[in-house]
Structures are given as structure tokens and as C-alpha cells.
């Protein structure tokens, strides 16, 4: 195992997206394996030292940046095995956490298998996305990435080595986990009491439900619990075709409705992932690709996975959806062929390049939001990011996933008051989509940015029960202090 403490050779793990600049940390240990992993949590109770997970630096919330803690980087640990069949239509792939998530799909992919889950950043690192428990497009058919992870192993900071595949450990009638390990000895954990939002994607503090499995208070506790060092991830085949599409809508109205109504899956229609563009997003865009129709209200990207046999039914059933709301569909593109599909995704992907690169010449970073609420209050949700904007002038754009009634509002402050007053606005953001019923990060998670907003979300009674959990499992608080809870909060 490598350690590094040169400034120079580990500043990079003083930084990810979330343009915290003040990170700092003694050094850096690079595990060649499991062991070593284990071996140095064994030690942290005697030696004093406490740990941040270090994934591929591709985060927002700055959940990776250490404040004089010591930084595991989880680089080595990236094997990633050939899929397994588990019966005909599933398969299974053993993967280290640091393998890049671009490299499992591929390698998934090669043999005739897909991953589902897709964030939009491909050079994470998988353990990360099962952390954070990631989310993307594909998550509007498949689920986040809890639905996908068949066994995971975690290292305790007591040095247990625990195997945990899905159903092995469930919390039954009693709603608590029984574990008994060499290092921890008998451990009792009671699921959280509180309920979760009604939202079909939520990423914010630890996961509860009836009846629950181990495995998932792991998947999405954001590295507070344990090392998560290897994974089996649940395949299946790659769809024999995939029709992908951007259409473009002259008014909102249109565009909510044909959203709406595709999401009833009904007359052959079936989307895997439903995306949304508002006109200033377009307008951004337009830079790259000029020929996006002007006067548009904003646009829907759209996939539908079909067969050879099935394509042109498919297409039609789309056609008529279009039609019925008034798409502008002469100037809408389809992509049929890998190539076209190709493109599509390069247009999606272009838009926070456009952004980022018009940033760059600006004094502020932009202010933006992962709130989801139901599907009832998304239009609420959506007309109060809208009207907040333009009361104050600000510039701004509002894209991402629709279909699971989450979209980004990124804020794009022309100086330093209107950083200021965006800052302070993105309170009222949260305050609204709680009062909707919403969540306070649907993918991105918390980090250390968010944890304050968390306690807004739960309140102090749900913090303490995230506190006892981690206390169980963390008893010498080691592992991601600052993650999720905010440090003030285990002193009560």
C-alpha cells in the first residue's frame, strides 16, 4: 500500500466539482486490496486517524474533500470480471469499487449485457455511484442504482470484512438488523423510524422502508457507515433496438401534456428515459447547433427500447403522441442507427459544456438545485424556479429528468450581488419542494454542502436516528465525518 503526503501529488484530492477550495489532509493511502482497507480502519481507533473515501473526484457536494482528515483512495481496487448468467435473462458481474463505471458498461456491453443505471459523468467510480446510490435518464424505466446491486462487501471500521448479498440479512418483524462479527461483535441496528418522500427518485440520507434489506443502508449512505470495496452488479440483455428522439414543443403547455401523457405508457407507448430542455437551455445550445428551430418553448428527449419487428409500430405510436400535442415535428430528430444515437447523446451532453465554458469567464459559480416532488407538484415546483428567476433578473436554465419529476435549475449570476441573492434564494427552493413533499437531493446526494438542508428535511428527530445508526457502525466516528450529518449534531 502507497502512501503520499507530497502537496503537490495529492492536491488533487483536495477538490472535486463542488468548487469547495479549502480542503486539506496530512496524506493520502492507496490500498492495493481488501485487506489493507481493513487493516487500516482496524487501526483508526488506536492510531486516532480518521478517513474520507476518495472516489474519482467527480462529485458535487464535495463529499470527497478532507478537512484534515487522512484520504483512502479506492483507485486500486478496480477488477472488473466477466458476467456471469444467473438464469437466461440476467446476468451477474463482479466489480472493485474503483472501477470506472465506463469500463463496466463496455465490458458489460462486449458480452451482450447492459448495466442500467447511467449517470451522466461515466468516469466514476463504481463503488461511488452505489454510495450515492447514482441515478440518471435510464432511471425513469430501471430505478437508481439500488435496484441493480445484487451483493455488495464492506469493510467496518472495526476491520470486519462483511459480505452482504441481497436477502441475507433482512430486518423482519422486530425492523432491526442482527449481526454478529469477529472484530464489532453483536450488533443490533434498528431501521429509521421516519418516513421517505413520495418521490420516484430520492437521494438524501439513509434509506428506511418495511421490511428492509441490509445491503440497503449501505446503498446510498454516502461512505459514513463503511468502505464499500466490491460489488455484484445485476445485468441484462442489451435491447435489440433503441429509438431516440428530441422533439421540440412551441409552447409548455403542449410540452407538459405530451410528457403526462407518455408517462401513462399507454398505445404503444413505453419510454425508458424522458428529458426536458427549457428554451434557455436551447438557447445555450445553439451555439454548437444552430439548427435548433427558433421560437421554441423548449423540447423532450426521448428513448423507447423496441425490437427490428416492433420499430416501425413504435415510431408510430410516437407520431401520433406527437401529433395530438402539437410537437413541431418536422423540425424534431430521430435517431434510429448507433451512430445518429451517437449524436443525440452529444447534443444532451453539450449542454453543461456550454455552460461550464460560459462560466469560465465569469467572476461567480452557478447556483443549482436536485430537488424532485411527485408527480402532481412538479408544474408548481417548476412555475416557482420560473417566476424566482425572472423576478430577479437572473439568467438561468431549467433541463434534466422530467419524467421522474426532477429537473436542474442552474443560476448563472452576472456578479457577486446576484450570487449572493441566488444563495439566498436556493433556501426558498428548498422550503418549497419540502412543502410539496418533495426531497432535497433526488441524485447528487448531500455531501457536505447539503447537510445543513438535511436537517430541514428531517428534522432533529430524524438526524438523531441517522446519528445512532452511524454510531453503531462508526463508534469512534472515523469514516466521512461531515457526510450527511452535520458534525454538531453527535455531540447531542
Known amino acids: 500500500m502507497i502512501y503520499k503526503n507530497d502537496p503537490a501529488l495529492i492536491q488533487g484530492f483536495l477538490e472535486d466539482t463542488s468548487n469547495i477550495k479549502t480542503g486539506h489532509t ?7 486490496n481488501v485487506t489493507d482497507v481493513s487493516k487500516l480502519l482496524r487501526e483508526s481507533a488506536a492510531s486516532g486517524k480518521k478517513f474520507v473515501i476518495a472516489g474519482n473526484g467527480t462529485g458535487t457536494t464535495g463529499g470527497r474533500i478532507p478537512f484534515g482528515d487522512y484520504v483512502i483512495a479506492m483507485e486500486k481496487l478496480n477488477w472488473i470480471e466477466k458476467p456471469v448468467t444467473s438464469d437466461g435473462n440476467k446476468a451477474i458481474m463482479t466489480v472493485g469499487a474503483g472501477a470506472l463505471l465506463e469500463d463496466i458498461q463496455k465490458k458489460a456491453e462486449s458480452f451482450g449485457w447492459l ?7 461515466k468516469l466514476c467510480f463504481i463503488g461511488s455511484t452505489i454510495a450515492n446510490n447514482s441515478s440518471g435518464a ?4 430501471y430505478g437508481p442504482t439500488r435496484n441493480h446491486i445484487a451483493r455488495i462487501t464492506v469493510v467496518l471500521t472495526s476491520g470486519d470484512i462483511v459480505d452482504i448479498p441481497r436477502g441475507k440479512y433482512c430486518a423482519g418483524k422486530d425492523d432491526t438488523f442482527h449481526l454478529d462479527l469477529p472484530f464489532a461483535g453483536a450488533l443490533e441496528i434498528k431501521v429509521p423510524g421516519y418516513n421517505l418522500p413520495l418521490t420516484s427518485k430520492h437521494n438524501a440520507g439513509y434509506y428506511s422502508t418495511r421490511d428492509m ?9 454516502e461512505g459514513t457507515l463503511g468502505v464499500i470495496v466490491e460489488a455484484d452488479l445485476q445485468l441484462i440483455p442489451i435491447p435489440e433496438k433503441i429509438i431516440s428522439c428530441l422533439v421540440y414543443f412551441s409552447t409548455l403547455d403542449d410540452l407538459f401534456h405530451f410528457v403526462d401523457n407518455a408517462k401513462k405508457k399507454t398505445k404503444g407507448v413505453d419510454p425508458r ?11 445555450f445550445l445553439r451555439k454548437v447547433y444552430p439548427e435548433i428551430p427558433a421560437n421554441t418553448a423548449g423540447a423532450v428527449f426521448f428513448e423507447e427500447e423496441t425490437s427490428q419487428e416492433r420499430e416501425d409500430e413504435t415510431l408510430e405510436a410516437w407520431f401520433e403522441l406527437m401529433e395530438r400535442f402539437n410537437a413541431m415535428t418536422d ?12 449524436a443525440m447523446k452529444a447534443f444532451r451532453h453539450e449542454l453543461p459544456v456550454q455552460v461550464n465554458e460560459w462560466l469560465s469567464t465569469q467572476a461567480e459559480s452557478k447556483i443549482s438545485t436536485d430537488m424532485a416532488v411527485p408527480d402532481t407538484s412538479f408544474i408548481e415546483l417548476y412555475n416557482f424556479y420560473r417566476h424566482s428567476c425572472e423576478n430577479h433578473g437572473f439568467r438561468y436554465i431549467i433541463f434534466g429528468h422530467i419524467g421522474n419529476a426532477h429537473v436542474h435549475l442552474n443560476i448563472l449570476p452576472a456578479n457577486h450581488d446576484e450570487f449572493i ?3 439566498a434564494l436556493y433556501h426558498d427552493f428548498v422550503e418549497k419542494a419540502l412543502e410539496l413533499g418533495g426531497t432535497l437531493s433526488a441524485e447528487h446526494g448531500i455531501g457536505k454542502l447539503k447537510a445543513g438542508y438535511l436537517v430541514k428535511m428531517f428534522g432533529n428527530d430524524g438526524i438523531q436516528e441517522m446519528v445512532r445508526i452511524k454510531k453503531i457502525l462508526d463508534p469512534h466516528l472515523v469514516l466521512n465525518m461531515g457526510n450527511l450529518i452535520p458534525e454538531d449534531y453527535y455531540q447531542t
Do not use: M
Not at 434489506?213 to 449512505?221: A, E, H, N, R, V
Not at 423540425?331 to 451517437?342: F, K, P, T
Open 421 to 423: 441573492t441566488a444563495k
Open 273 to 283: 428515459a424522458l428529458e426536458f430542455f427549457d428554451c434557455n437551455s436551447l438557447g
Open 26 to 32: 496530512p496524506g493520502v493511502y492507496f490500498p492495493d
Open 115 to 121: 448495466y442500467p443505471p447511467d449517470p451522466t459523468e
Open 213 to 221: 434489506d441490509l445491503i440497503d443502508l449501505f446503498i446510498g449512505s
Open 331 to 342: 423540425e424534431s430528430w430521430i435517431a434510429l442507427d448507433v451512430d445518429e444515437q451517437r
Open 138 to 141: 435510464r432511471t425513469y424505466k
